[in-house]
């Protein structure tokens, strides 16, 4: 039997419950996985609490970045062997959820992973790296010598983009809402930081470049501080939406984006992983980086699998930088009763 988390209605964490399950044998073009640790991204979180637009049907299995080992392989699976170390990657998700220890997946949404790094490690990783990978060189076209505004810097993504910017050759700069976070957010290479809480920001910005403004914005805010920040952009700048942590609604600045010519458009990395060339070749591109160490990931809590709920509660308070991660221990060892 799996212990297979699920909800059963929107609401708090507490609508997250752990079941015992018999997982199916997989089917043609799956494996099953038994899961040692699972990624905890703030979209979960909205869906659980009903205030995504997307709803998956009831009773609902969350959850789309685990990493495990392959324990079987459903017909037509090739070159997957039992015991192969591996990551879920979202492109496969949607009737597939990851909050379980053992789950199936299309085996077309794995991606194979070295030992060089624990299972925590790697599951805190991919969902983070690919996003700001692909909004950043993909979709923004971010180069070395230009100006990046990274918002939300604390959060894994925003962690990731600073260090694929850095990385880039392009001069970052970093937005938090209070001081708190501006030393663990230093260790990830921004040039500035800034502090949105109480200060003028566009006026910061353009001090900063010199009056020029920034190339590029990545931020998962939208609202109306991404028409806010659409004032600090240089002319033909981009700004790139990839979330929508504010509830009120984002207006296209109409008059300021055709006198400057600046760009509003939104991002979300299946449009990377489903390209045959670019797809590959980001995963590719990442892995190495992660293996070296030119990219890392700080864990910033981790909860076993039975206080999943916490973890969601700890995304949600949002005092921390980088990661929150689940881990799975076997189903035969957890307590009785």
Known sequence: MAKVVRIHE????AVLHIEDM?????????????VEAIGINRLEATIRSGQSPMKPPLPAILGTEAVGRIAAAGKGVTGWPVGTRVAT???????????????????????????????????????????AWGGLRDSGGLKAGQTVIITAASSAI??????????LGANVIATTRTPAKIDQLANFGPHH??????NDVVGEIRRITGGRGADLIFDPIAGAFAELLMDSL???????????????PTTFPRPLAMRRCLTMRGFNMLSL??????????IEALRAGIVSGAYRMPVAHRFPLENIADAHRAV?????????????????????G
């Open 193 to 198: 930081i800034l502090i949105t809480e109480d």
């Open 234 to 248: 240089a002319e033909e700048g981009t700004l790139i939406l990839y979330g929508g942590l504010s509830r009120e």
């Open 273 to 282: 992983l489903s390209d045959e060339d670019r797809g590959p070749a980001a």
């Open 22 to 34: 018999e997982v199916a044998a997989p089917g043609e073009g799956e494996v099953r996985i038994a």
């Open 89 to 131: 990657l979202s492109a496969a998700s949607g009737t597939y959820g990851t909050y379980a220890s053992e789950i199936l997946y299309p085996a077309a949404g794995l991606v194979r992973l070295p030992d060089v790094l624990d299972s925590v490690d790697w599951a805190a990783s991919w969902v983070a790296f690919l996003t």
């Open 10 to 13: 929107f609401g708090d964490p």
């Open 158 to 167: 925003g962690v990731a983009a600073m260090q694929i910017a850095r990385n």
């Open 316 to 336: 949600e308070r949002d005092a921390h930088v980088g990661k929150v991660v689940v881990t799975v221990q076997d189903p035969d060892e957890w307590p009785s």
